[in-house]
């Protein structure tokens, strides 16, 4: 078997049906552990996450609670959002919104507990800098050290190779696409570029970054929910029958065409399997790397971060990933052949859908799209594996891997990166299985802090 081949093979064992029951599982144990007070208080943590108080630099971190919540969303917000949500309803039916729904409300306890516990556990550097994340709850936070440091040691490895792939070589390479076929930018002058804006943006550190991402994630998400939007309202019509063949499809066992029960009961798997599998690689919950940006944060209270950070789950997968499945559903254009007879997927079915609305701009609004979403995940997922790799190597050596960052998305840009996006999703799987065990283990410190917290949100109702 080729190397490619197998590779293949490991990705889809890893992301099979037992990492995402093991995703879903942990959202549903930490839900119903903290007596589902992360939705109980989800206004608390919208206005919170939203309010002045959150851009003020108040207590011990390097970056307001707003820029750590966009730092972590540069990351989390991308090509997901376009793309992803096209191939999961595509591959599942329209009924993977549904479930996608749901993996982003499991996810949003994921997303609090493992912000909670970065910024509880989270240390002081070598350069007076806040350092924090899973690697450092497991160091510090489980009982077993060795174990902890062998977990820790495991997720940053894992965490390191994921930013030089998902997170430079592969958004580099959606950057070039879009910039080439819509504007007509060579390749070999796009990747230059990304690459040069990139380091100099880098290397000014996490406060460069998070002021970079405070500015632009913002405005690239209200730019793709503004033309989002326009594509639902010019089908309203169809608005109705959609919502209505999304749900049949996610919950019936009629939802199959055909009727026959056995192709029935996999149609309605598969909307289970895409819609989770997809709504975990957009929010990124469960994988820990939100809870790395939420540690520079300046707070001295671990919840109240966490609150905070959940509301990238709401933001990304709630809000913009469901304008994206509307627009595709309302349209008509799901299931729509192309030129070698297949059904039209990915970006070229996002286009189709925004075409029936916007015409011939469309091209050129998912193209920027994808251009903001893609270097803003540059941004954050740099932050994310700068600090892995700190962890493994501390502080000196930062710069290399700065350089080496920036080189990957220059590579990245002009190369077909397949085999660079599976690697990235297997370092992602084997971050995931070492976070979630513990969380589950470090639960009774979420619980305790979550309620102990639970007085001062009342005090503000």
Request: one cysteine or more; aromatic letters at 8%; hydrophobic letters at 50%.
């Amino acid at each position: 078997m080729a190397f490619s081949n197998w590779i293949s093979t490991i990705d889809t064992f890893l992301w099979g049906p037992g990492t995402l029951a093991l995703l879903m599982g942990t959202g549903i144990f930490l839900t119903v552990r903290t007596r589902f007070l992360p939705w109980r208080n989800l206004g608390y943590a919208l206005r919170t996450a939203l309010g002045r108080e959150a851009r003020r630099v108040k207590g011990l971190g390097d970056v307001s609670p707003f820029s750590a919540l966009m730092t972590a969303l540069a990351a989390t917000i991308g090509t997901g959002n376009i793309v992803g949500v096209a191939t999961a309803l595509t591959a599942g039916g329209p009924g993977a919104l549904v479930w996608m729904e749901l993996s982003a409300l499991f996810g949003m306890s994921t997303k609090f507990a493992e912000c909670l516990l970065a910024v509880r556990f989270r240390r002081v550097n070598a350069r007076g800098e806040l350092s924090g994340g899973p690697m450092y709850v497991m160091r510090d936070g489980l009982r077993s050290r060795s174990v902890g440091r062998l977990l820790g040691g495991a997720f940053a490895l894992f965490a390191v190779c994921a930013s030089f792939g998902i997170g430079s070589m592969t958004q580099a390479n959606s950057i070039a696409g879009a910039m080439h076929v819509s504007f007509g930018v060579p390749t070999e002058v796009c990747g230059p570029l990304v690459a040069g804006l990139a380091l100099l943006i880098i290397l000014g550190g996490i406060r460069s970054i998070s002021s970079v991402s405070a500015a632009v994630v913002p405005a690239m998400a209200l730019f793709y929910l503004a033309s989002g939007t326009a594509v639902i309202l010019g089908n309203l019509d169809q608005l109705p029958a959609a919502l209505c063949t999304i749900f049949r499809c996610a919950f019936s066992p009629r939802a199959a065409v055909g009727g026959v029960a056995g192709t029935a009961a996999r149609s309605m798997l598969d909307a289970a399997r895409w819609g989770v599998a997809r709504g975990v690689f957009s929010n990124e919950a469960g994988l820990g790397s939100a809870a790395i940006s939420a540690a520079s944060a300046a707070t001295n209270s671990p919840p109240r971060q966490g609150y905070i950070n959940m509301t990238g789950t709401f933001f990304d997968t709630i809000i913009i990933c469901t304008v994206t499945g509307l627009a595709i559903c309302c349209s008509g254009v799901l299931g729509l052949p192309d030129s070698t007879g297949g059904a039209v997927d990915g970006a070229s079915l996002t286009i189709l859908a925004f075409q029936t609305v916007l015409g011939p701009l469309n091209g050129i609004f998912v193209s920027i799209a994808i251009v903001l979403f893609a270097f803003s995940t540059i941004l954050g997922w740099e932050y994310q594996g700068e600090k892995a790799f700190e962890y493994l190597f501390g502080t000196r050596p930062l710069l290399a891997y700065r350089v080496a960052f920036a080189l990957a998305a220059l590579w990245g840009a002009g190369q077909h990166v397949e085999l660079v996006f599976r690697l990235s999703d297997i370092a992602n799987a084997l971050m995931c299985i070492p976070n979630l065990a513990s969380l589950l283990l470090l639960s009774p410190i979420v619980v305790q802090e979550t309620l102990a917290f639970q007085p001062s949100i009342r005090k503000k109702r």
